[in-house]
């Protein structure tokens, strides 16, 4: 995976890949945040926080896919606590939903590329 992918909101990501990126990248990109902030003043702490905005959208729009769920429902953080816990069951806590597949396949599984087909029919091989 390149590290454009961080940024996409394109496939899903496992509930493991969200706890690595909510216990890593979170609190190394908030230290950046603020040092930058403390070094560089004001206008330039905007383009660290917009970075790490935009990869907090996607690691839970990629999630709430692997959920079942369309990135939309990002917006639950707009209600105070109960959206935010909400969110955090919902990504955090659970598995991978069964009716994701309109998403993409489901993380950590590859495309199905090596699918052989039969040319004459399109239709797989066994």
């Known amino acids: 995976m390149s590290w454009i992918q961080e940024f996409s909101l394109q496939g899903r990501l496992s509930?493991?890949?969200?706890?690595?990126?909510?216990?890593?990248?979170?609190?190394?990109?908030?230290?950046?945040?603020?040092?930058?902030?403390?070094?560089?003043?004001?206008?330039?702490?905007?383009?660290?926080?917009?970075?790490?905005?935009?990869?907090?959208?996607?690691?839970w729009g990629r999630r709430l896919h692997d959920r079942g769920r369309s990135a939309g429902w990002l917006l639950l953080a707009a209600v105070p606590v109960a959206g935010?816990?909400?969110?955090?069951?919902?990504?955090g806590f659970r598995g991978p939903a069964a009716n994701a597949e309109r998403y993409g396949a489901p993380a950590g599984v590859r495309s199905d590329y090596l699918r052989v087909t039969n040319p004459a029919t399109d239709s797989a091989l066994p």
């Open 84 to 91: 935010a816990i909400a969110l955090l069951i919902e990504c």
């Open 15 to 59: 509930r493991t890949g969200f706890w690595l990126r909510m216990g890593v990248v979170v609190p190394v990109a908030l230290w950046l945040c603020t040092a930058v902030q403390q070094r560089l003043g004001a206008p330039f702490d905007l383009i660290p926080v917009l970075v790490l905005v935009g990869h907090l959208v996607s690691v």
